[in-house]
């Protein structure tokens, strides 16, 4: 019995992983989005998103940005609003991105930050 429990459990467990990862996350404005770190300046995040877009030499920067207090490391993720998509991109693991600008009234915080998926298209009626 214990047995099945675990393979029922690991089964249940594959399904929703496979299905969340086939998806792709859309964000649109007012959206609200999980933000594990936040960078001051629009130039700071632009410039993670552009090493992301080549290498791995990303988590350096990031470091580094994190070290000049130029970007904030969360100890546990934040939810955000998405104020304005900024820039699209695929990373170097051929992964879309987005970079946002988001604000949170709760925390009192707005800045940049970087998130799995793409901007939603917008249809026109």
Not at 13 to 34: C, F, G, N, R
């Amino acid at each position: 019995m214990k047995w099945l429990f675990i393979l029922v459990l690991l089964i249940v467990s594959k399904v929703t992983y496979a299905d969340y990862h086939s998806t792709i996350p859309e964000w649109s404005l007012k959206d609200v989005v999980i933000v594990s770190f936040l960078c001051r300046t629009e130039n700071d995040i632009l410039e993670v998103a552009a090493a992301d877009e080549k290498s791995s030499e990303s988590t350096a920067l990031l470091n580094k940005h994190l070290a000049l207090y130029n970007c904030v490391m969360f100890s546990r993720p934040t939810f955000f609003r998405v104020e304005e998509i900024i820039y699209e991109y695929v990373d170097f693991q051929n992964k879309n991105n987005v970079v946002l600008r988001v604000s949170s009234s709760y925390a009192q915080l707005s800045g940049y930050a970087i998130s799995f998926g793409k901007a939603k298209k917008e249809t026109a009626i």
